[in-house]
């Protein structure tokens, strides 16, 4: 039922799965428009700074990177949305691109 609707937006709290794939590849078919959004940043900045001792840029590149691998070929350069609970605009602060994300409201 894709068909009726006009573009897309794909959230994803954790890595890439199957279904985000197969998901991206029948909107693209469709040839719509879609946004893709990685939730719970602030758990994944932490995570990765304990862990693996990264920056948060280079938390955010890492994580850039995965998704446009993971999305494919004519994503190189879209924008990742990476989304925060306590600041929407933290990790993806772009005074020009459109505020699509700011309808959710986070507890």
Known sequence: ????????????AC???ENDIKIAE???KMKKPFYF???KMDDVMISEKE???LSEEETKKKIVDDCR???GEGYETK?????????RTKYT?????????TIFEFP
Not at 82 to 87: A, E, I
Not at 93 to 101: G, T, V
């Open 15 to 17: 890595r890439f799965t």
């Open 93 to 101: 602060p772009d005074e020009d691109e459109p505020k699509i994300f």
């Open 69 to 71: 691998k993971n999305l």
């Open 1 to 12: 039922k894709f068909e009726k609707y006009d573009a897309f937006i794909i959230l994803s």
């Open 51 to 53: 862990e693996n001792e």
């Open 79 to 87: 924008k990742i949305f990476l989304l925060s609970k306590t600041d």
């Open 37 to 39: 959004g990685r939730t």
């Open 26 to 28: 029948e909107i693209e």
